[in-house]
């Protein structure tokens, strides 16, 4: 399991922490796929929230799972893509990246839960 807060962490040392952790525990993982929704989860808590983050990976036997706690209640809004510079292509390259995406109300703030089943052909 790799476990990373807000404020000493950042994306790069998120995206470093995940690759290492799929390498060991999770190789039937699309590496590239986690890592751009390990990003992206981390760069909009940084983002959107006053106060802490923390991202936790693990992989179970069935499912490899992201999982971003922060601080704030409002849940992720997908947004119209502005290809001049303004962004909105997160989320939904999130939902199109993992398995299954649930976010889920925290009692101080919200949890986003990003689940990569494990493919039949990888056990």
């Given at each position: ?5 807000s404020p ?9 922490a ?7 525990h ?40 992201v ?9 992720p ?33 919200k ?5 990569w ?7």
């Amino acid at each position: 399991m790799v476990v990373l807060d807000s404020p000493q962490e950042n994306s790069a040392t998120a995206r470093e922490a995940a690759a290492d952790y799929l390498t060991q525990h999770c190789p039937w993982a699309d590496l590239d796929a986690v890592l751009l929704v390990v990003s992206e989860l981390v760069t909009n808590a940084v983002r959107h929230t006053s106060g802490w983050w923390r991202l936790t990976l693990f992989a179970g036997p069935e499912e490899l799972v992201v999982e971003m706690d922060d601080s704030s209640d409002q849940p992720p809004v997908a947004r119209e893509p502005d290809f001049s510079g303004g962004g909105g292509f997160g989320w939904h390259m999130v939902h199109r990246l993992a398995g299954r995406v649930e976010v889920r109300p925290l009692p101080e703030g919200k949890r986003v839960r990003a689940v990569w089943p494990r493919p039949a052909q990888a056990y």
